[in-house]
C-alpha cells in the first residue's frame, strides 16, 4: 500500500507544482492571462523572438524568477525541516532551531541601518544576511561542542538561546538608528519577501537545495535509523557523531543561503514535513522527495497570494505562510492515528 500511495502521490504533486507556477506566474499588480503567460513560455523555450516585449520582460525577468525562487526556497526550507526534527528528534522544530534566522537578521540590520557592504550594491542585504547566518551557526556549533557535543537537547537549548540574543541585537541595531524607512525595510525581510527575485539569484539557492537533496537522499538509510534513537542507530553502525555533525553543518549551510535570498519565511519548514508524513510516511527515501515537492507547491502558492490579496501592494510572505500554516498545524497534530516517525 506505501508503494502504491507514494506512485501516486509524487505525480499528483508534480502536476499541481507546474500547475500552481504557470498561475502565479500570472499574478501581480495586473492580472494576465494564462495564455499570454504560455506563449512568452513557448517562445523562450522555442528561442524565438518575443511578439510583446513588454508581455516578455514582465512575464520572463519578473515574475518567473519570483515564481522559481519561491519554489526553490520553499523545496530547501521543507527539506530543512524534515533533516532538522531528525537531527534533533523533535517534532517541534524547524530550520531555524540554530538561530540561523536570527543571526542573519543581525546581518541584515547592519547593512541596513549602517550601510556595510555598500560596494556589493543589489548583493549588500543578502552578502550580510548570510554572513551573519554562518556566524551564528558557528556560535552554536563551538559552544554546543563545548559543552559535551552536539547532542538534540543541546542543539535545542543552545540555538533557541542564542536565536533570542540575536533577536535582541537586531532590535537594538535598529532601535539604535530611528530611520522609519530602515526599520521598516529591516522588518520586511524578517517577515520574509520575494520580491526582490532574478534570474543572477537564482543559482546559488538552487545549486545549495539540489547538492543538499541528494546528500540527505544518500543518507535517508542513516537518518531512519537515527529517528528511532542513537542508541539503536549506532548499533545498527551508523556514525552518529560524525552523521550529527555532517547534518548540522549541511542545515546550516543550506538554511543560511535560503535566508540571506528570501528572509525568515516561518512555518514552512515546520509544518511541510508533517504533512508530507501524512502522504508517504516516515521513511526518507519517500520523504524527503515529498518534503521538497509539498514545501515548494505551499510557498508558491502562498506567494502568488501575498500578490493579489491586497492589490497593488504586498505583505511579506512570511506573514502569511504563518496565517495558514499555524492552524494547518494544529489540525495536523490533531489526528489521533499521527505519530511523529510513524505513517
Known amino acids: ?138 556560535l552554536v556549533f563551538l559552544i554546543a561542542v563545548a559543552q559535551g557535543g552536539l547532542t538534540p537537547l543541546r542543539l535545542v537549548l543552545t540555538g533557541t538561546v542564542l536565536g533570542s540574543a540575536f533577536s535582541a541585537l537586531s532590535s537594538y541595531l535598529i532601535f539604535r538608528r530611528p530611520d522609519p524607512a530602515a526599520a521598516q525595510s529591516v522588518l520586511f525581510w524578517l517577515l520574509g519577501s520575494l520580491a526582490g527575485a532574478d534570474w543572477t539569484r537564482i543559482a546559488l539557492p538552487l545549486s545549495v537545495v539540489v547538492v543538499a537533496g541528494i546528500a540527505l537522499l544518500m543518507a535517508s538509510g542513516w537518518l531512519d535509523a537515527l529517528t528511532v534513537g542513537a542508541d539503536t542507530a549506532a548499533s545498527l553502525g551508523v556514525p552518529v557523531k560524525e552523521l550529527r555533525i555532517g547534518l548540522f553543518l549541511l542545515l546550516a549551510v543550506l538554511v543560511g543561503v535560503l535566508v540571506a535570498v528570501s528572509g525568515g519565511i516561518g512555518f514552512v519548514g515546520l509544518v511541510v514535513p508533517h504533512a508530507a508524513r501524512l502522504l508517504v510516511g516516515p521513511r526518507h527515501r519517500a520523504l524527503l522527495p515529498a518534503c521538497a515537492l509539498c514545501g515548494a507547491l505551499f510557498l508558491v502558492v502562498a506567494d502568488a497570494a501575498t500578490r493579489i490579496l491586497v492589490r497593488p501592494t504586498e505583505i511579506p510572505v512570511g506573514v502569511l505562510t504563518g496565517l495558514i500554516g499555524a492552524p494547518a498545524f494544529l489540525i495536523l497534530m490533531g489526528r489521533r492515528r499521527y505519530r511523529f516517525g510513524e505513517s
Open 1 to 138: 500500500m506505501s508503494r502504491v500511495r507514494t506512485a501516486v502521490v509524487f505525480p499528483l504533486l508534480g502536476v499541481l507544482l507546474i500547475c500552481a507556477m504557470v498561475l502565479a506566474t500570472g499574478f501581480g499588480a495586473e492580472t494576465l492571462p494564462v495564455s499570454s503567460v504560455l506563449e512568452v513560455l513557448r517562445h523562450r523555450v522555442s528561442g524565438q523572438a518575443p511578439t510583446d516585449f513588454g508581455l516578455d520582460t514582465i512575464v520572463w525577468q519578473l515574475r518567473v524568477p519570483r515564481t522559481v525562487l519561491a519554489a526553490i526556497v520553499g523545496a530547501g526550507l521543507a527539506l530543512a525541516g524534515a533533516a532538522m526534527q531528525t537531527l534533533v528528534r523533535n517534532p517541534l522544530a524547524d530550520p531555524y532551531l540554530l538561530g540561523v534566522s536570527s543571526g542573519a537578521g543581525v546581518g541584515a540590520a547592519a547593512v541596513i541601518t549602517s550601510g556595510l557592504f555598500a560596494g556589493a550594491g543589489v548583493w549588500a542585504l543578502s552578502g550580510g544576511a548570510l554572513a551573519g547566518a554562518f556566524v551564528a551557526a558557528g
